[in-house]
């Protein structure tokens, strides 16, 4: 059985910084594209950073890749999402989401929300002014 389990959301304030894990089990970690969504209250679930875990080629969504990054531990089968200079715009619920292939080598192919297999149940981030 496929788990996907994130922690590491809560309360801050406006810049400050939060990590989030993701930790997978029931997969092979290595060559799969894994990553984060987030979903602001009212809308859509976006992209926010993806890997393909191994190899650890990375994306990002432009408007957030100056800040966030993220990262892998291959022994411990576990995702990171760094996240510094938070606003109140990063709010949300973030998920970690996994797909049994690599990436695809774009921000287009990476993205794409309905391609991910598997989910976690999502961290709640909220930022205040």
């Known amino acids: 059985q496929v788990q996907l389990v994130e922690s590491g959301g809560g309360a801050v304030q406006t810049g400050g910084s939060l990590t989030l894990s993701c930790v997978v089990s029931?997969?092979?970690?290595?060559?799969?594209?894994m990553g984060w969504f987030r979903e602001a209250a009212g809308n859509e679930r976006r992209g926010v950073a993806f890997m393909t875990t191994g190899v650890g080629i990375t994306y990002y969504a432009a408007t957030l890749k100056d800040r966030f990054t993220i990262s892998q531990d291959s022994a411990k089968n576990t995702v990171y999402l760094q996240m510094k200079s938070l606003s109140p715009g990063d709010s949300g619920v973030y998920y970690c989401a996994a797909r049994e292939r690599a990436c695809g080598g774009s921000w287009y192919w990476a993205s794409k929300r309905d391609d991910y297999n598997y989910w976690g149940q999502g961290t709640q981030v909220t930022v205040s002014s």
């Open positions: 029931g997969i092979t970690f290595s060559d799969h594209c």
